[in-house]
């Protein structure tokens, strides 16, 4: 199994042939989805989903109802290739794979309350948790847990407890572009005094392997 970290939320997972890519957007660079087999979307934010590089690649798409409709008005080419997933559903995405969760978490009561998907990937002997932008666990145990480390919808407290609960054996830090340099320095200086070193908490560059 391979996994590299492209941009912010994006992550790309080969294992046996499959290239699965998850959450390409707007930071992402658009290398993360050559060859991919298929890309998972959690939800419509344009850090996570960015119609231009989906309309670059040939891959199927799997993501949840309001992403389609959005791949309907922006990319209907685009949408002639996506199936819907919903919560709880298991799917074969070249790897197996469970939509888990279905909500964004809550970023202030004024504003829609996002739907949000959480994947779920099997791989080999591996499985590997996405949450998108929630802090909602899979409710099973996991080998590597992709953990959101900055965004305007938590605090470090909040993550950190997160990755706590999860206790996967490798933590990786995902959506990490809210955060300058030195505000990403301070959370990885937390994360490893506060999450068990048997979590395996790392950050990767963008490009860089696990």
């Known amino acids: 199994m391979r996994i590299t970290k492209f941009?912010?939320?994006?992550?790309?997972?080969?294992?046996?042939?499959?290239?699965?890519?998850?959450?390409?957007?707007?930071?992402?660079?658009?290398?993360?989805?050559?060859?991919?087999?298929?890309?998972?979307i959690t939800h419509e934010h344009p850090d996570h989903y960015n119609p231009a590089l989906l309309e670059g690649s040939e891959a199927p798409i799997y993501t949840i109802g309001a992403v389609a409709a959005q791949i309907l008005k922006s990319a209907p080419a685009v949408h002639e290739r996506t199936t819907v997933v919903k919560p709880g559903e298991s799917f074969d995405a070249g790897l197996p794979v469970t939509a888990v969760n279905e909500k964004h978490a809550?970023?202030?009561?004024?504003?829609p309350h996002f739907d949000n998907s959480g994947y779920l990937i099997q791989a080999g002997d591996s499985k590997i948790f996405h949450p998108g932008d929630a802090l909602d666990g899979p409710g099973e145990a996991v080998d590597v847990l992709f953990l959101p480390v900055s965004a305007p919808w938590a605090r470090s407290a909040e993550l950190i407890d997160f990755a706590r609960e999860v206790g996967a054996s490798k933590t990786v830090a995902i959506h990490d572009r809210v955060y300058s340099e030195a505000g990403s320095g301070i959370f990885d200086t937390q994360a490893a005094a506060l999450i068990p070193a048997e979590?395996?908490?790392?950050?990767?560059?963008?490009?860089?392997?696990l």
Do not use: K, N, W
């Not at 941009?7 to 294992?15: P, S």
């Open 106 to 111: 809550v970023i202030h009561p004024d504003l």
């Open 7 to 40: 941009g912010h939320a994006c992550v790309r997972i080969e294992h046996d042939g499959a290239v699965v890519v998850v959450d390409p957007g707007v930071f992402t660079q658009p290398e993360a989805l050559d060859g991919a087999t298929a890309v998972l």
């Open 199 to 209: 979590h395996g908490y790392v950050r990767l560059a963008d490009g860089a392997d």
